[in-house]
């Protein structure tokens, strides 16, 4: 379908003279703008992305009769290449075909950019904002210094998460050396930064022995890395890696050797587990939220489904139905879809996860707080696997309401 | 120390080996058509991708065998076909022409394999540590790949010193028209060296796919590094082609292994600056981080002052 | 090599005159675009566009003009647009008074410095070795974005804000159509001046170094200073049109210096023809168009771009103007009428063989990225069923069929070109 509705909204705006969106009456959908790389090499997992929110739209919404009286939510595919420029212009084109609500989530460069157009576009044009639903950028700064009204992260950021995983971490007394390594990007530096941070103030005694960034996908072979890995005589190792520089790095400290836990927030899903395979039972570890195994009835119900669907994807942001779920709320409670009332309405919305366990929407930077997980990569007591693999996250521990009272530099500007 | 010393040799030896067999390829189709193929790691990546689909259904060294072949026909059909008409453009056109074609190929190959990464793996024969050193593992199929490539290699210099074959491209090199004067079909000669430069390039990418992965991208970020490997060791020179890919594969993994920085060298002077300095970037550089970028400071330093490369003996 | 300054001194006189009339109606033309494409997707595709062309105009002073193929161009291109950032974050800041039009003529001048500096050494040579080295300097400036985040703001750029600026005449830039009208100004100002440098001595011994570097030592001119200036004026354009980019879109990332920029104007100058002054604006259009436009109706654009690049480079080196412009003499002579016919004829096959060709590539792009229940390929409007045998019959049908049709008609068409293009008979030249 998604060529086809492309190929729809491409004739209506395209180069045609007007473009209005005219005046929504009942029975017109919501439209979410997806705004996600569809070609490239982030591709795979932009597409997992679109997959899940087609999915979770059709399954929370529009299956159960719509918002305000009988509206479908429709997702509407927007191809970025994972550039910031082509986002932008993305943006425009969601923006005069009069889509109010933008969901992105891959490369926290790609949000920075959109929540910054999407505040000055919002400032000069009053009668046609929108909301910008961040699904899985994680870089603290979104909610924090470039933190805007407009703006909502449904995932726990990088600080949050590090919080999570160095009291893991902390726990274990063996621990007396670990390593960190990541992409050399603001994500890479504020995983390292927070890494420093925690691990110095719950456990001073815990040397870090190695601090290094790489360039991000530019990397062919992490074998130099591994090899200086495993010399540092390093216990456990800390990356903020994902795709491609995840695979490689995994893989190569894994046939260094290695077999003290590499704790990470990506590694798993979209070809990564079965990467991995046996080689990584117990030694990966992710941070994440959304309990997988073992998972609650309903997800359970609705993972099925999309796996008959879907039988090469897999449901690997779980957050994605959290979104879809509270903006439906939100709308429902706003009684239109105009942005400020809907913004308005998902401030300090409390709402019950269908992965288990409650989520909030802070209202004083806009991030959510909900239970984070530590889990590992194994094949014992899995309901869930990845990749058809029979391999999967298995929780360790949770955090409740993990990050509650983090503090936030943001001074919100409400409308 | 002595740990990281000995890894970073032996890593080094890998990367630099496995661009050898790139450039080797790269150089020789160069010194005789004085073409920059810029689809030469294009391939390379068809190299690894066939492989993979052979190996789907007939194993590994199956692949090994078949995919160069193939690949090489490719690279034949693309010279007679292609940078034949090209050809008659001129230099700069043909360089275009292969900077198009390795657009294309990338495009392609995501048609027919999808964007996603391959699971290309070493055979099972080979996957297990051939040796634990100071509790590091250094696989087998690392030493498989330095194996691979020292033989061809010596299989490469035999033929070109003691073959008949091998006399006739030498000359064709340096005399092309002789040779065509002499009744030699130098057409004939010029496709058969770009169908086994590329068949070179696609051994590459069947022994290097499992190690680095076979993905869409693999092309590209090997690409212009054996740019820099030929020509700083010189156009046309294999023995150069030799010495630039070890050198830059040292360069490369001795830069990682090593930690050191702007700031502890202006340190041992007595000289710090503060965090907040407008050059902080500057004084905080360490060599890991700065890694990418040597071979090309390489590059332009010996475009500048030796034009000619470490052991060429022409410019272009 | 017929180029634009082709023509002699004879026909100067009715030229200028036509001249004139050509960049009046380019004049007019730009002012009445809104009019005709008043959306503001439009507006934001001609104002990509209008960055295009200055960038492809500004490469074609190398590439066309000066016989230098670069791999590196967008690192002027992306530090003028850097600096121009830098400078309109200072005006927020610091309360400079420069105001926004003048602003890509300031990220010009950082795009000429670094000029200077990279063509000191560069331009010594031309051909293998200054491709070489523009690839090496365009791959270090790439590499160097990552390490030095003050000025290149690392992985996600640097952003600035246009409107923080003084207003100029009572404009403060904040909607698309008033940068669509500055772009346009400066787009019909940096076009003019790259044509007048064409005109210039420096811009004709470019060609002739470019022709024979060797004669034009003989006339007197250092090929490397001659190389030199037209490398530095370049960098300048490349500089006007990141600080075009700057003002567009209000931030400047990595990729406005790396080599898929560098390549996307080699693109689009020699789809559109480099030994034509139109020709890099003809593919900076046409490019963009697809990449904005086509991209949204199907997956394998890029595939259709590597196309046609490469048939360009062996069928057709002097691009899309050049196949327009062969048409040239007929038409002054009035004999098109003859190809009229012929033409019309292969259009049919023509047609077939695309739509057979773009078929079977997209049905088969469907078919292997397959969504379970998801069996239709969808392209031109249409909607075909992947796994309906008679749907790939037809495809093939048609391919062959048009392929066939082609053939066939290629000796009449040769023969009818021949005809129109045989002036003995007529009044002649």
């Not at chain 1, 050396?177 to 390292?192: C, E, H, M, N, T």
């Not at chain 3, 500096?117 to 010594?124: D, N």
Request: hydrophobic share 50%.
């Amino acid at each position: 379908m998604r060529t086809f509705r492309q190929a729809a909204i491409g004739a209506a705006v395209g180069l045609a003279v007007s473009a209005s969106a005219g005046i929504a009456s009942a029975a017109d959908p919501i439209r979410i703008a997806f705004i996600d790389p569809l070609s490239g090499p982030f591709a795979t997992t932009g597409e997992s992305g679109l997959r899940t929110f087609e999915y979770a739209v059709d399954a929370l919404v529009n299956e159960k009769g719509g918002v305000l009286g009988g509206r479908n939510f429709e997702i509407v595919p927007l191809d970025n290449k994972i550039s910031p420029k082509e986002s932008l212009i993305q943006l425009k084109r969601a923006i005069s075909d009069g889509i109010q609500f933008i969901a992105q989530g891959n490369s926290s460069g790609v949000a920075n950019a959109l929540t910054d157009a999407i505040k000055k576009h919002n400032r000069r044009n009053p009668d046609q904002r929108v909301i910008f639903l961040n699904y899985s950028a994680v870089d603290p700064a979104l909610t924090n210094d470039k933190c805007n009204f407009w703006h909502f992260r449904f995932d726990a950021n990088a600080d949050i998460k590090m919080d999570a995983l160095t009291d893991v971490m902390a726990a274990d007394q063996n621990m007396k050396k670990v390593y960190l390594i990541g992409q050399d990007y603001s994500f890479g530096k504020a995983v390292a930064a927070a890494a420093v941070k925690y691990l110095s103030a719950k456990r001073p005694d815990i040397e870090i022995v190695g601090n290094e960034l790489h360039p991000i996908g530019k990397v062919k072979d992490f074998t130099p890395y591994a090899t200086k890995i495993k010399a540092s005589g390093a216990d456990a190792i800390i990356t903020g890696n994902w795709g491609a520089d995840m695979v490689g790095l995994g893989k190569a400290v894994i046939e260094s050797g290695m077999s003290s836990p590499i704790y990470t927030y990506y590694a798993a899903h979209d070809g990564i587990t079965a990467t991995f395979g046996a080689q990584g039972k117990d030694i990966i570890r992710l941070v994440m939220e959304g309990e997988l195994n073992p998972p609650t009835p309903e997800f359970k119900a609705l993972r099925d489904g999309f796996k008959a669907k879907y039988p090469n994807n897999d449901i690997n942001q779980s957050r994605i139905f959290n979104v879809v779920g509270m903006l439906a709320k939100a709308i429902e409670k706003a009684g239109s879809t105009d942005p400020v009332k809907v913004a308005y309405a998902l401030e300090g919305m409390e709402h019950d996860s269908i992965m288990g366990g409650k989520i909030k929407m802070r209202a004083s930077d806009h991030q959510a707080i909900q239970d984070l997980l530590i889990t590992v990569h194994t094949d014992e007591g899995i309901a869930i696997d990845a990749d058809n693999s029979g391999f999967g996250l298995a929780t360790e521990s949770k955090v409740k309401m993990a990050g509650m009272d983090s503090p936030t530099t943001c001074k919100m500007k409400r409308p | 120390m002595l740990e990281l010393v000995i890894f970073s040799l032996l890593n080094g030896l890998v990367t630099g080996l496995l661009l050898f067999m790139l450039s080797s390829g790269l150089t020789l189709i160069f010194s005789m058509m004085g073409v920059l193929n810029f689809a030469h790691a294009s391939f390379y990546m068809l190299g690894a991708y066939f492989a993979y689909s052979i190996s789907q259904y007939m194993g590994f060294w199956t692949g090994l065998i078949v995919a160069p072949i193939l690949v090489g026909l490719c690279g034949a059909v693309v010279e007679r076909y292609g940078l034949r008409i090209v050809h008659r453009w001129g230099h700069v056109a043909e360089l275009i022409f292969t900077f198009g074609l390795a657009f294309l190929i990338e495009e392609i190959v995501q048609f027919f394999w999808g964007k996603a990464t391959k699971d290309y793996h070493e055979p099972e024969l080979l996957s297990f540590p051939l040796f634990t050193l100071f509790g590091q593992n250094f696989p087998a199929y690392k030493a498989f790949m330095i194996l691979v490539s020292v033989a061809i290699f010596i299989g490469l210099f035999m033929i070109l010193t003691r073959t008949r074959i091998g006399l006739i491209i030498q000359a064709a090199i340096t005399h092309p028209n002789t040779v065509a004067n002499l009744g030699h079909n130098v057409p004939l000669v010029f496709m058969g060296v770009f169908g086994v430069g590329s068949a070179l390039a696609g051994l590459a990418g069947v022994i290097a796919g499992p190690a680095l992965g076979t993905f869409p991208g693999m092309a590209f970020v090997l690409g212009s590094i054996v740019f820099v490997v030929i020509v700083v060791g010189g156009l046309g020179s294999l023995p150069g082609a030799l010495v630039a890919s070890l050198l830059i594969g040292w360069l490369q993994t001795f830069a990682i292994a090593l930690d050191w920085s702007v700031n502890d060298l202006l340190a041992i002077f007595g000289v710090t600056f503060d965090a907040d300095h407008l050059l902080r970037d500057l004084w905080t550089l360490s060599l890991p981080q700065v890694a990418p970028i040597l071979p090309y400071l390489l590059l332009i330093l010996i475009l500048i002052f030796r034009p000619t490369g470490l052991m060429g003996t022409r410019e272009t | 090599m017929s180029t634009t300054t082709a023509g002699g001194r004879a026909v100067e006189g009715g030229r200028t005159g036509r001249t004139v009339a050509i960049w009046g109606a380019g004049a007019v033309l730009l002012l009445a675009m809104p009019l005709f494409f008043g959306s503001p997707v439009a507006i934001t595709i001609m104002n990509q566009m209008g960055i295009s062309i200055v960038f492809a105009l500004s490469y074609n002073m190398l590439l066309g003009q000066g016989g230098m193929l670069s791999f590196g161009h967008a690192a002027y291109f992306g530090l003028g647009g850097f600096f121009a950032v830098h400078i309109m974050n200072y005006v927020e800041f610091e309360e400079w008074f420069i105001p926004l039009p003048i602003l890509p003529f300031f990220g010009g001048l950082f795009g000429l410095a670094f000029a200077i500096a990279i063509g000191a050494f560069s331009t010594r040579r031309a051909g293998t070795v200054f491709a070489m080295i523009s690839l090496g300097v365009g791959e270090l400036i790439a590499a160097c974005s990552i390490i030095f985040v003050v000025f290149f703001g690392g992985e996600e750029g640097v952003s600035g804000d246009r409107t923080m600026g003084p207003p100029v005449l009572g404009y403060e830039f904040i909607s698309e159509m008033e940068v669509y009208y500055l772009t346009a100004f400066i787009v019909f100002l940096t076009t003019a001046f790259m044509y007048l440098f064409s005109r210039t001595p420096a811009g004709r011994m470019a060609n002739a170094v470019r022709d024979n570097p060797e004669r034009a030592e003989f006339v007197g001119y250092s090929q490397r200073y001659v190389r030199f200036i037209s490398f530095c004026a370049s960098g300048f354009f490349a500089g006007v049109a990141g600080g075009l980019f700057a003002i567009n879109y209000e931030i400047l990332t990595e990729e406005n210096l790396n080599l898929v920029t560098s390549g996307s104007v080699l693109l689009m100058a020699y789809i559109g023809g480099v030994g034509y002054f139109i020709g890099p604006i003809i593919g900076a259009i046409l490019l963009t168009v697809l990449q904005t436009i086509l991209s949204n109706h199907t997956e394998i654009w890029q595939l259709y771009v590597g196309i046609l690049f490469v048939l360009t480079v062996m069928y057709a080196p002097r691009g899309l103007t050049g196949l327009l412009m062969m048409h040239g003499p007929a038409l002054r002579e009035g004999r098109l009428s003859f190809l009229l016919v012929p033409y019309l004829k292969a259009l049919g096959p023509l047609a077939a063989f695309l739509l057979g060709a773009i078929a079977l590539m997209e049905m088969g792009h469907a078919a292997n990225v397959t969504i379970v229940g998801e069996v239709h390929a969808h392209f031109l409007g249409l909607e075909v069923d992947t796994t309906d045998p008679l749907a790939w019959i037809v495809a093939v049908a048609l391919t062959v069929g048009g392929a066939f049709g082609l053939i066939r008609l290629a000796p009449a068409l040769k023969e009818a070109w021949e005809h129109a293009n045989d002036f003995s008979d007529g009044a002649g030249s």
